[in-house]
Structures are given as C-alpha cells and as structure tokens.
C-alpha cells in the first residue's frame, strides 16, 4: 500500500465528499455510489448531519420503543433490509472512528461531510451553495475539487479539478486514488 491508499485502523478504505451546505455534496455522492457500483464494487456510505435529523417516523413501532428509553433498535423490515438506531442520550456525538468499525466490509466508505476529519476528500463547490470560501487552502486531505462553474476553480493550486458532471473520471480518480482493485 503506498501513502495514497487511506486506511481506517479497521480496514475499510474511505473517501469523502466535503463542502458547504447546499453544494450538491449527496448528489455526487449518489452518483458516485452508481457508478462505483455499476464497476463491481462494494460501495458503503455515512452521511454526517450537522442538524438534528431523525430517521424514525413518530407513531412507528421502532420509534415507541426508543421514546420509551431503549438505547438501540434493531429493526428488521420484511427480511430486505435492516437497521440499528443507537440513542446517544447523554453520550457525545460519535467520530467518525467510532461508526467505520460497526460497517460491515467492503471496497469503499464514501463519507459525506466530516469536513474536520483526516481522511482524502474531493471538495464540491457549487454557484448555489450557501458559503464560497474555498475549504482546500485550509484542509491539505483535499485531493481534488469538483465544480458546477469554472470560476469557481479559479484557486486549484494544481489539485485535479472535476466539472460535477464528471462522474466517470471522478470514479476514475477515486478508485485510482483508494488503490480500488481493477473491476472494470
């Protein structure tokens, strides 16, 4: 493994998509898992929400059990699919560290946000996102910059630089970059 390859002290190599509000940061991230996906590749996700967000609907069965106190859910819907809700009450909110262990393995983690986290990243900037300053100057873990408008990579500073369009030579330089083994 050379110094390019990002690796978790659990194994899974990770790779993120960083930027401000409104920059289209889950749109690339959906589009990225498609076509990382449609290669071969096992593809895993963690979103990071600075807000408070629920994933639970008031009224659901699951959503009774953690109002009643429990600390984890488990739930299982119909043998597709299932999910662990884990209450942290009065824990802090967990690093990033903290939820990598509990994935199951794959090829990749796309991580959405953690923009303080050590890990590689491409920075999304978009003309309608709520903040312009640019996070590369100040985050050497961003490789790359992926944009909807030229002059928006006017500051590169010799980083590749991605129209958000581009998702093929993004997968392509993610793959290259995570050291992804050849699939295709």
């Not at 990002?6 to 990770?14: A, E, L, P």
């Not at 509000?21 to 589009?31: C, E, F, I």
């Not at 996700?45 to 984890?72: L, N, V, Y």
């Not at 739930?75 to 560290?97: F, K, S, V």
Request: glycine share 8%; hydrophobic share 35%; with cysteine.
């Amino acid at each position: 493994m050379n110094d390019r390859a990002f690796f978790n002290n659990h194994g899974h190599r990770v790779f993120g998509v960083t930027g401000w509000k409104n920059s289209g940061k889950t749109t690339l991230v959906v589009r990225l898992v498609e076509e990382l996906v449609r290669r071969g590749y096992r593809i895993s996700t963690i979103k990071h929400a600075h807000h408070q967000c629920d994933i639970d609907k008031p009224g659901a069965d699951s959503f009774r059990h953690r109002e009643a106190g429990a600390g984890e859910v488990a739930l299982i819907a119909a043998g597709t699919r299932w999910a662990l809700m884990h209450e942290c009450r009065d824990e802090p909110e967990p690093l990033l560290g903290d939820i990598l262990p509990k994935l199951s393995p794959c090829d990749l983690v796309l991580i959405e946000g953690y923009k303080h986290e050590a890990f590689p990243k491409i920075e999304v900037r978009r003309s309608g996102a709520k903040h312009h300053d640019p996070l590369a100057p100040k985050d050497d873990k961003i490789v790359a910059l992926a944009s909807d408008h030229p002059d928006k990579l006017e500051d590169t500073k010799g980083l590749p630089a991605f129209h958000l369009d581009d998702i093929t030579q993004m997968a392509d330089f993610i793959a290259e970059y995570a050291q992804l083994p050849g699939k295709g």
